[in-house]
């Protein structure tokens, strides 16, 4: 995983939507993704890219997923998405951020766009 991390901050409110994300984009990157581990690798959050549908399988928490698109537009968000589900696939989206569970509350919404700055 690329240790470039990112804050995400909700444009319309400011709202920090995760604090420290880190990057994956090469393949087997994204597709080991989360799976096995027992919590987040010294992060909050990790984004996928590019990315229009995730899966859970062997994960061993729920977490909270936003897809979006190249101008981190929020598409879809998932909440509380448990292990061993898929997610339908999002067209529109080109990434997703994962976070553990419980990680969004309401200030974040369909339609917002995000800002990704460094940490």
């Known amino acids: ?3 470039k ?3 995400f901050v909700n444009k319309r409110n400011k709202y920090v939507v995760c604090q420290k994300a880190k990057f ?3 393949f087997f990157e994204r597709l080991k993704g989360l799976m096995f ?3 987040l690798p010294d992060c909050d959050g990790l984004l996928l890219s590019p990315c229009n549908s995730i899966h859970t399988f062997f994960m061993n928490y729920s977490l909270d ?3 979006l698109d190249n101008q981190f537009k929020v598409i879809k968000i998932l909440r509380g998405l448990k292990p061993w589900r898929l997610s339908w696939i999002y ?3 080109t990434q997703v951020l994962e976070m553990k569970a419980g990680s969004l509350n309401n200030e ?3 339609g917002d766009m995000l800002e ?3 940490v």
């Open 1 to 3: 995983m690329v240790d």
């Open 91 to 93: 067209f529109r989206s």
């Open 65 to 67: 997923v936003i897809f």
């Open 24 to 26: 994956a984009s090469s």
């Open 5 to 7: 991390l990112k804050t």
């Open 37 to 39: 581990s027992k919590n």
């Open 108 to 110: 974040i919404i369909e």
């Open 116 to 118: 990704a700055l460094d």
